[in-house]
């Protein structure tokens, strides 16, 4: 199946209309409309929105092995991965990750976050998330994102960002730095 036919089929099992889908998501019915005709596609922003509304992962919505349940050798694939982050120095498990909506601030500034999801328990507000760097845009996050998840997927046990920026913390801002 591809990501147009799941999100059809997903959104008929949680028994909404194109329209409620849509307000729900701050687009309108004809962009959701186009995203399950298969001829448009949703912003990284919207599909993190999306998987939040829906309860669900990326993986699933977008992986069409996952969707045909295509057989995969099951002692590779955990959905688990372990994550490093060069610049923040940080390393944590996780089974998916999210990205922050857009910041604002100057042209030197970040504009998104990632954080982990671990699958080691849940907090009183719910999942606990790790975060794990700054992006400079939304190309990159969106790199970051899809390749972390075909990790996950393929069964690839580490990923090590590489699109990330290094910042510099200010008092009350942060400075990407050139590498």
């Known amino acids: ?18 329209e409620e889908l ?4 701050g687009v309108s019915r004809q962009a959701v409309s186009k995203w399950e005709q298969g001829t448009g596609y949703p912003e990284v922003e919207k599909l993190l ?11 699933s919505l977008m992986a069409t092995e996952i969707a045909q349940g295509k057989a995969m050798e099951p002692d590779k694939v955990t959905g688990v991965i372990t994550i490093s982050s060069p610049h ?5 498990k996780c089974y998916k990750v999210i990205a922050s909506q857009k910041f604002k601030g100057g042209k030197k500034s970040p504009q998104y ?3 982990g999801v671990s699958s080691t328990g849940v907090s009183f507000w719910g999942e606990v998330n ?10 990159q996050l969106g790199k970051e994102i899809a390749e972390i998840e075909n990790a996950i997927f393929s069964g690839i046990p580490a990923y090590e960002l590489k699109y990330s920026v290094r ?11 050139d590498d």
Request: proline share 0%.
């Open 49 to 59: 929105l999306l998987s939040r509304e829906l309860n669900l992962s990326l993986d």
């Open 130 to 139: 790790t975060f794990l760097a700054w992006y400079a845009n939304e190309e």
């Open 88 to 92: 923040e120095h940080v390393v944590t």
């Open 1 to 18: 199946m591809s990501f147009a036919e799941n999100l059809q089929m997903i959104r008929k099992e949680k028994h909404l209309s194109q």
């Open 113 to 115: 976050a990632l954080f």
């Open 167 to 177: 910042v510099e913390r200010h008092f009350l801002s942060l400075k990407m730095i």
């Open 22 to 25: 849509a307000e729900m998501l």
